[in-house]
């Protein structure tokens, strides 16, 4: 695959040619500093960009543009990284040779009217849209206990010390209460002025035709300023914090976060996930084997590494009677790992595993391109350095890692509808 | 070995009935790099009352007892366990179980060869124990728990029983927590042998081997293995007449907002044509009329009678199609009238129906980019026609506006069902 850079005074472009698929994927990153108001705006702003935009008025003329530029939709997200948060905003087009003559410039027009055309009238979001939006953003927050797996993700993650707070990147109620359309405005006009801003393209293209519509939309519309991102420095004092919220649910919910601290880059990139594929992560994991499939304990166990926060993280659905013989066991499991029982096996299986997941990306457009922005923007390797350094870890840096991890929470959602 | 071309799509899907009796769909696709194996056993949740083989009279089996064999299978007499060997053999492997069939599957980049026949060898040698069996069963007493704590999935399979007399649909498929405790080894092994037979399976492989060489493989796997001569396997048959079971009824669950379930029942030779096809023109009628492409669902959320899009589904069932529309609000008897009026007037735009028609069309361009949505592609092919056809786009790209127009007029809401679930606080 052939990556070209064109940089330019106020953003950057990158290109990745491929035709190995039969889609142009176009991602356009901000990248900004965040607070929990900040990140509560960008989730009101993501509906309000693609309810209506100053172009089709309201959101029945958005979804039929989308239809007739053959299912081209726009989502925008907001992905913290450590200490920054990315817009991003992207789009992605069926290939004119498979679809029609025009769909990509024309559907390229209509991803950059729906970020720099907003539906504004006046100074404010025009009423009803900014109305519908922010309902709409509300209602999610009021359900977000529907789902108690993330539910208590986030109950658990707000009793992290302050070095390892996980910010919630769809924001807060009480932050949306504050928020005024005036407000919303001048966020809009701001986040691009303070962004980092990169383009990122991947697919089969004329790249003189595609960086004329690109520069032709984007002149004077971004701002290229520094990107502040960095791994967050963690303290190395534990302080083992334990709580226990009760809702109407059937089944308990378990999680378990591990602090690390001092990762080397190495650490942190390539042995965290291999570490984490071996501890806890399909059903061949030491968790699995041990608590589900040895001791019948529960059906859904995993674990998670959070490479920007340095944490890992174990979720299992239980039986709350057997809170503290699990939690026991997943302590056994981690001390076997620090005191030496990893088997060649293990480590192997964990590489094969690691390796189909990488080799995989490559049969992805969507991968390669996040892959790409991950290691040019986010200090993490690109796919091949991955696919090298995996087959580098020793069994020794496995165990070197796992005796980083400190408990540091210990968090249970107990169900209480069938003593459960 | 015959070639099923995949109409439209320059894709050709090469296929073999084996001497077994086993079905075997293989798709190449060279420039991928990975695969993916599904082994599908035509035995899901469904079917609980059959004449097992070797056997003379009709048997009652506990509820969930298709899914208990799904997780079963994984036991190995000796040696390493199911998950230990694909582990080594760098693959990724897991399995389903739906109301119609058990599928076991693999997925992976490297050791092809070996990774297909493991799949096929595990499924081929069952191993139950009165142990195994019972150390099973608390687990999937706690995937039961899990389910149920997901409280639109309990919704949708309340709305979907409640239309349903006879039919099993919307019933649970792990099986509640006394028919889990009940079942025995001997209940499996009975059902194992009837409906694991290579006659009653079809495995669908895309790959980027040669169709030959993969079918081959398989052939030589099956070789040597003996396998008891299954006629048509006797299964109760189920007669569902047209009325629902119950046509309003609520529930309560651990929600914040009221929602609405709207299903109509309706038989599916209504139309008078492909059933297929019939149910294209029915989801093009619904999107265009209830979908955020609809001036009528935008009006809804303006005037913030519901609070989400209305979600629509178009499905089979049996000698049925479901027509379902879910609406979060806070007045369910208002939503509940407004749907019933637009149904009385409902909209027949050619705008509309072009639209949706292109939008469905460039859903196909994006299955043939990866393994994964090829295989789904596949599957769905399958599940619909328990073969792979291979007519799905065509029938696509066939729909036309007058044909449209036909199936609305025999379009009728008679059979209707209101299912309703309201926040825990509202039942105190």
Redesign the interface.
């Known amino acids: 695959m052939e990556y070209k850079k064109y940089e330019y005074d106020n953003y950057t472009v990158h290109f990745l040619k491929t035709n190995k698929f039969k889609s142009i994927l176009v991602s356009l990153q901000l990248i900004n500093n965040f607070d929990k108001e900040t990140l509560t705006k960008a989730s009101l702003l993501r509906r309000l960009l693609t309810y209506s935009t100053g172009k089709l008025k309201d959101k029945t003329q958005v979804v039929k543009k989308v239809y007739e530029l053959y299912n081209s939709s726009i989502f925008i997200a907001n992905n913290i990284h450590n200490n920054v948060v990315t817009t991003d905003f992207s789009i992605e087009i069926l290939e004119d040779k498979y679809t029609e003559k025009g769909l990509v410039k024309n559907a390229l027009e209509y991803f950059f009217d729906t970020i720099f055309i907003p539906n504004i009238i006046d100074g404010k979001f025009e009423e009803s849209n900014y109305n519908l939006a922010y309902k709409n953003l509300s209602d999610f927050y009021d359900r977000e206990k529907e789902n108690k797996n993330k539910y208590a993700f986030n109950k658990a993650c707000e009793l992290l010390d302050e070095d390892h707070l996980k910010l919630n990147p769809n924001g807060y109620k009480e932050e949306l209460e504050r928020i005024t359309n005036e407000d919303m405005v001048s966020y809009y006009n701001n986040l691009f002025k303070q962004a980092n801003s990169n383009i990122f393209v991947i697919g089969s293209f004329n790249d003189k035709e595609l960086l004329d519509i690109i520069n032709s939309r984007l002149e004077g519309k971004l701002y290229k300023n520094k990107n502040d991102f960095k791994f967050n420095k963690c303290s190395a004092k534990i302080n083992l914090k334990e709580s226990v919220d009760i809702e109407e649910y059937n089944q308990s919910i378990l999680i378990m976060m591990y602090k690390t601290y001092n990762l080397t880059k190495r650490e942190r990139n390539v042995v965290l996930p291999l570490f984490n594929r071996i501890f806890g992560v399909g059903n061949n994991s030491k968790l699995f084997r041990s608590i589900r499939e040895e001791k019948s304990l529960v059906y859904d166990i995993r674990s998670s590494a959070s490479r920007d926060e340095s944490l890992v993280i174990v979720q299992a659905g239980i039986d709350y009677k057997n809170k503290d013989e699990i939690v026991k066991y997943v302590e056994d499991e981690l001390n076997g790992i620090k005191n030496g029982n990893v088997t060649i096996e293990d480590l192997d299986n964990a590489k094969k595993s690691r390796r189909h997941i990488l080799k995989q990306f490559e049969d992805d457009n969507e991968s390669i391109l996040y892959i790409k922005i991950g290691s040019i923007l986010y200090d993490n390797d690109d796919l091949e350095i991955r696919q090298q350094e995996v087959e580098t870890v020793t069994i020794d840096e496995i165990i070197s890692l796992a005796k980083k991890l400190k408990l540091d929470v210990i968090y249970m959602l107990k169900g209480d509808r069938n003593n459960g | 070995m015959d070639k099923i071309e995949l109409k439209g799509l320059n894709e050709t899907v090469i296929h073999e009935t084996l001497d077994n009796g086993l079905n075997v769909y293989v798709l190449r696709k060279k420039?991928?790099?990975?695969f993916s194996c599904y082994f599908i056993t035509n035995f899901g949740a469904l079917i609980d009352k059959f004449i097992p083989i070797n056997e003379e009279h009709m048997h009652k089996f506990p509820k969930g007892v298709a899914h208990f064999l799904e997780h079963k299978m994984f036991e190995q007499e000796e040696g390493k366990?199911v998950?230990?060997m694909?582990?080594?053999?760098?693959?990724?492997?897991?399995a389903f179980t739906n109301y119609d069939y058990t599928t076991y599957y693999v997925?992976?980049?490297?050791n092809f060869y070996e990774n297909l026949n493991f799949l096929i060898d595990y499924v081929q040698s069952p191993y139950f124990t009165d142990e195994n069996v019972k150390?099973?069963q608390?687990?999937?007493n706690?995937?039961r728990?899990?389910v149920?704590?997901n409280?639109?999935r309990v919704f949708y399979m309340k709305s979907i029983e409640n239309l349903f007399i006879n039919y099993q649909y919307g019933k649970t498929i792990v099986g509640e927590e006394k028919d889990i405790f009940s079942i025995t080894k001997e209940d499996l092994y009975r059902c194992y042998n009837t409906f694991y037979n290579p006659s009653n399976m079809s495995l669908i492989v895309v790959s980027n081997e040669k169709e030959e060489d993969v079918i081959n493989s398989i052939k030589k796997n099956q070789k040597n293995k003996k396998f008891d001569k299954l006629d048509k396997i006797k299964i109760e048959k189920v007669i569902e007449p047209e009325n629902v079971k119950k046509e309003y009824d609520i529930i309560y669950e651990?929600?914040?907002?009221t929602q609405v379930g709207y299903n109509i029942k309706i038989k599916n030779d209504t139309f008078g044509i492909d059933i297929d096809k019939a149910l294209l023109y029915l989801y093009i009628l619904i999107k265009s009329n209830f979908?955020?492409?609809?001036?009528f669902?935008?009006d809804l959320?303006?005037k913030?009678i519901i609070?989400?899009d209305l979600s629509l589904g178009v499905s089979m069932y049996g000698d049925y199609i479901i027509i379902n529309i879910n609406a979060?609000v806070c007045d369910d008897e208002k939503i509940i009238k407004l749907l019933d009026d637009k149904f009385n007037n409902l909209e027949i735009s050619l705008e509309?129906f072009d639209?949706?028609k292109?939008?469905l069309?460039?859903?196909f361009?994006?299955y043939?980019?990866?393994?994964d949505s090829i295989m789904n592609y596949l599957y769905n092919d399958y599940f619909d026609n328990k073969k792979i056809t291979g007519d799905t786009f065509i029938k696509y790209k066939e729909l036309n506006f007058d044909e449209y127009n036909d199936v609305i007029k025999k379009f009728n809401t008679k059979n209707k069902s209101i299912t309703i679930m309201k926040p825990?606080k509202d039942k105190e």
């Open positions: 420039q991928f790099n990975a366990s998950m230990e694909f582990s080594l053999l760098g693959g990724s492997c897991n997925t992976g980049v490297e150390k099973e608390g687990i999937i706690q995937e728990l899990m149920n704590d409280p639109y651990n929600v914040t907002k979908s955020d492409i609809s001036e669902n935008l959320r303006q913030s609070d989400q979060s509309k639209l949706i292109k939008s069309i460039s859903r361009v994006y043939f980019m990866s393994v825990l």
